[in-house]
């Protein structure tokens, strides 16, 4: 048995929680997790708790009303947030994931639609109420409105098409595009429609007249532009390019001629402009990172850590709404405008160090094993054939600043008391103020580790076998650290800077017999104080029931005699799955030992119609809960705990 076990984050499934909105800065661990070192957090902050993640969202800033597509639940809920509370105005379901949500509010209509979606959806923004389905050719990844007409465009990557409705007309209109469209955007003055293409195709920009469909230009756009902002101001059009990781600003009154292309140090995700159009602030969902981007200077002033996996983001007014999809819930960031502003001015020595040609700057936070700043230590240069080597202190905060650099790599050392000599390589871009926090390895083994970690495997649901074990476990061995390493929430903030170990991870090989990599797994256990580890994974199958329907049978021998007697009835009711849990002792456990494993099965047979995914995973969820006490059992009858 091969067992590769890579970083796996998952959404919280659960029902619809709605509340009081959660002070960023109150002392929950949980709460706190939210946002990480760098944090743009003030007392005005909150979070607010949603029942399933969501991707984009949009609202009506005025009001105070932000419109979000729960995936899991498959449900629109438009929330109420002038007062603060959060409370919903309505709640609808719509039988699809809304992965993309957008608000006509002179006309007071939403729009709900999704990759996966059959078609596109219009609900009353005052009640909550189906108006109106339109079907599609295909999902939906973005959605523009025409303000003026009411006019709804839909972009249908898989169907390399365009559909256009009309609110007055009961069916959409395809349009077909050169490439799969991905991000839309409207332009009023000109009638234009602007439509980002997926691939490297450096013309990635079509401008299309949504009347009847012609390409009336191709413009510069960058690698895979997956968001397009407009900024009416100023007249030029954002596009956020996820493949070649920049953003390209073109002037809309020069033909689309190329004013920036601004760098940005992580994969972006999503993108919303301020109101003035000055600032462009920029999700980074792999990387938990809020980029902010000065577009009137044209650079990158700072990349800030946002845990929780930030996806969509609003604006309303000065202030900043997040969609944290990992926890999930919506956050809260006041007046960022005003603290934008105030990052540029700190950063205002850096600004003229880049201003230099050739040269940039690099700037970040030293962490240790947990993710916490260290407070003392240094960085110590490596000397090049045009600078000496230098030694930079690192300040009481762990936070750093490399002096200004030609571009290109430079190899640093990193020493800090408590911790083995660190050497770690940085990037200097030309022209950037680039953002690198640097992890130290772990320092010294916590002495004669005793606790247990549950590290799930990447197949779906093993994270949910790991949570609910974790619990059990409490009650099972109560005199030792549980820990979830990594589960429905996403990986403990302790074990995150951890990560990279289990990447590329084979721990069993053919045999089932440990390889040289526990030793990666004993890195972490030292780090943590962890004595076993738990290596979890689910693995399920949709079977099929093969009866036979005899009335059909009989049917079609008049039909086609051709048709054999006995039809097979497929039928996806028969619903298996195999629990496995690795238990490994880093204290005993050598590579070559044989791996100790334990197993449990479950099953349904629902019969019936074909399951739709949400009730198959429910199903599946049970699974796995009623193989919790299985595993315990066994455990009691064979106490791999013992040493």
């Known amino acids: 048995m091969r067992w590769q076990w890579l970083a796996v984050v998952s959404m919280l499934l659960g029902s619809p929680v709605w509340g009081q909105g959660i002070p960023a800065n109150s002392p929950s661990g949980s709460r706190e997790s939210v946002l990480g070192q760098n944090r743009l ?6 979070l607010l708790p949603l029942g399933g993640s969501a991707d984009r969202i949009d609202g009506v800033a005025e009001r105070g009303w932000v419109a979000v597509g729960l995936l899991e639940e498959q449900a629109v809920t438009l929330l109420d947030l002038a007062g603060g509370d959060g409370d919903p105005l309505w709640y609808t379901s719509v039988g699809f994931a809304p992965s993309v949500v957008r608000v006509d509010a002179a006309r007071q209509v939403l729009y709900a639609s999704g990759p996966n979606a059959p078609g596109l959806v219009a609900i009353d923004l005052r009640t909550g109420e189906l108006i109106q389905a339109y079907g599609l050719a295909a999902g939906v990844l973005d959605i523009a409105l025409d303000p003026a007409t009411g006019r709804v465009f839909a972009s249908m990557p898989s169907a390399q098409s365009l559909a256009v409705i009309h609110p007055d007309q009961p069916r959409a209109r395809n ?13 009023p003055e000109r009638g234009s ?16 007249n949504p009347d009847n469909g012609e390409l009336l230009a191709r413009w510069r756009g960058g690698n895979t532009p997956e968001m397009l902002a407009l900024d009416s101001r100023g007249q030029r059009l954002v596009i956020l390019n996820s493949g070649s990781q920049d953003l390209t600003v073109l002037d809309l009154n020069r033909s689309g001629e190329t004013l920036q292309r601004i760098g940005l140090d992580w994969r972006p995700t999503r993108l919303v402009l301020s109101p003035d159009g000055q600032w462009a602030y920029v999700t980074s969902r792999d ?18 850590r946002l845990e929780g996996q930030p996806t969509g983001l609003m604006m309303a007014g000065r202030d900043l709404w997040v969609v944290a999809a990992g926890i999930p819930a919506l956050l809260q960031l006041r007046d960022m405008q005003t603290r934008a502003a105030a990052i540029t001015a700190k950063q205002g020595d850096l600004a003229e160090a880049t201003a230099v040609p050739g040269y940039g700057v690099v700037t970040g936070q030293v962490l240790d094993i947990a993710g916490k ?122 074990f995150e800077p951890l990560l990279p170990l289990t990447r590329g991870l084979t721990l069993l090989d053919r045999d089932e017999r440990y390889t040289s990599d526990l030793a990666k797994l004993k890195v972490i256990g030292d780090a943590l104080g962890l004595r076993y580890i738990l290596l979890t994974q689910l693995q399920i199958s ?17 039909v086609a005699p051709m048709v054999p007697v006995e039809i097979p009835n497929f039928t996806p009711n028969q619903l298996r799955s195999r629990g496995l849990v690795v238990v490994v002792d880093l204290q005993r456990d050598r590579p070559g030992d044989q791996a100790r494993y334990y197993e449990a099965y479950g099953r349904d047979d629902v019969g019936g119609d074909p399951l739709f ?31």
Do not use: C
């Open 373 to 494: 700043p260290v407070q003392t230590g240094v960085l110590r240069l490596a000397a090049t054939a045009t600078h000496p080597q230098q030694e930079i202190r690192i300040a009481a905060d762990g936070s750093y600043v490399l002096p200004p650099l030609p571009a290109g790599l430079y190899l640093v050392d990193v020493e800090v008391p408590g911790f083995p000599i660190t050497s770690t390589q940085v990037e200097v871009r030309s022209g950037f103020v680039a953002s690198q926090d640097i992890h130290l390895p772990p320092g010294e083994p916590i002495h004669q580790p005793q606790g247990i970690g549950l590290l799930p495997d990447e197949p779906v649901y093993s994270d949910e076998l790991a949570r609910h074990l974790s619990i059990a476990l409490q009650e099972l061995q109560p005199q030792r650290q549980v820990m979830l390493l990594n589960g429905p929430l996403g990986p403990d903030p302790k």
């Open 542 to 558: 949709r079977e099929y029931s093969r009866q036979g329907n005899s009335l059909l049978n009989t049917a079609l021998r008049f």
């Open 175 to 187: 349009l077909p595009l050169p490439g799969p469209p991905l991000a839309l955007v409207y332009e």
């Open 193 to 208: 429609l602007f439509v980002g293409l997926a691939g490297e195709d450096p013309l990635s920009l079509v401008v299309v």
């Open 41 to 46: 957090t003030a007392e005005t902050d909150f």
């Open 613 to 643: 995914e949400d009730a198959a995973a429910g199903l599946f969820r049970l699974q796995v809960r009623n193989m919790v006490p299985v595993f315990v059992n066994q455990w009691q009858s064979n106490n791999p705990f013992a040493g």
């Open 287 to 304: 990387s938990n990172r809020l980029q902010v981007v000065n577009l009137q200077q044209g650079r990158l002033v700072a990349s800030l």
